[in-house]
């Protein structure tokens, strides 16, 4: 099982800046599809950004051009840059790791961090 460690939130303005970070446990980090996802009060999970293996990003379109998300293989950690920030980007942010070692499938989460944007 890999255990990721979420850190980085935190109260903010709106219109200011964060930026979260997730380290792995696992050695096989190089090859994972890392991803943020997110749950806002009364809602469900959604997925905010995601980076595979090979570097390439996907976002939710209510984040693009305001986050980015990026990794680095070598301290096995992602990191989602998150400016502009607006009320609505209020909830908590889950770090998710998905591999398949070895013809098995991984499928981890962290224990989450709270972000809070204030108007």
């Known amino acids: 099982q890999v255990q990721l460690v979420e850190s980085g939130g935190g109260l903010v303005q709106a219109g200011g800046s964060l930026t979260l970070s997730c380290a792995a446990s696992r050695s096989f980090f190089s090859i994972a599809t890392m991803g943020w996802y997110r749950q806002g009060p009364g809602k469900q999970r959604e997925v905010v950004a995601v980076?595979?293996?090979?570097?390439?990003?996907n976002y939710a379109d209510s984040v693009k051009g305001r986050f980015i998300i990026s990794r680095d293989d070598a301290k096995s950690t992602v990191y989602l840059q998150m400016n502009s920030l607006e009320p609505e980007d209020t909830a908590s942010y889950y770090c998710?790791?998905?591999?398949?070692?070895?013809?098995?499938?991984?499928?981890?989460w962290g224990q989450g961090t709270q972000v809070t944007v204030s108007s």
């Open positions: 998710n790791y998905h591999a398949k070692i070895f013809g098995k499938e991984y499928d981890s």
């Open positions: 980076i595979t293996s090979g570097g390439s990003t």
